[in-house]
């Protein structure tokens, strides 16, 4: 249907696509990162971790929105933090924190539901789609 939210061309759609790429490499880079050359905020770690998981798993959902790949993108995503927590015993300066996992696991699955209710909420119904199909206007072309 024109005008909705999901009816984007494909340049919009691998934007996001090369967003959630990039979302994981920060997340990999970061996580992995010697001590020495991580610059902090002044928020807790765990706070961090959420927010990174959170807005990574948002855009994965909006990405690849099919029930399958929802429930997969929620799995990796929380094999992925705990991989990267236990990674942080190879970087130097690192420790890894189960509070730090616990935060990531919780931002991926919050954020990986969000962005699954979000597309399906603002998703054209079945309905919608076929009356949009039978009223279209023939196209003259042959």
Sequence with gaps: MPGDVFDVPLNRHRLLRIGAGCSLLI??????????AMVRLNVPGWI????AYY??????ALVFP????VL???AGLVALAGIMELGQHYSPGRTP????????????????????WFRAKNAPSQATQHKHRITRAPSGRD
Excluded at 66 to 69: K, L, T
């Design 27 to 36: 997340i990999i880079a970061l996580s992995l990162m010697p001590d020495n």
């Design 48 to 51: 961090g971790h959420f927010c």
């Design 55 to 60: 807005a990574t798993g948002v855009v994965l």
């Design 66 to 69: 099919q029930r399958r790949n």
């Design 72 to 74: 997969l993108i929620m």
């Design 97 to 116: 924190k189960f509070s730090d996992f616990l935060a990531g696991a919780i931002g991926a699955v919050t954020g990986v539901g969000l962005g699954a």
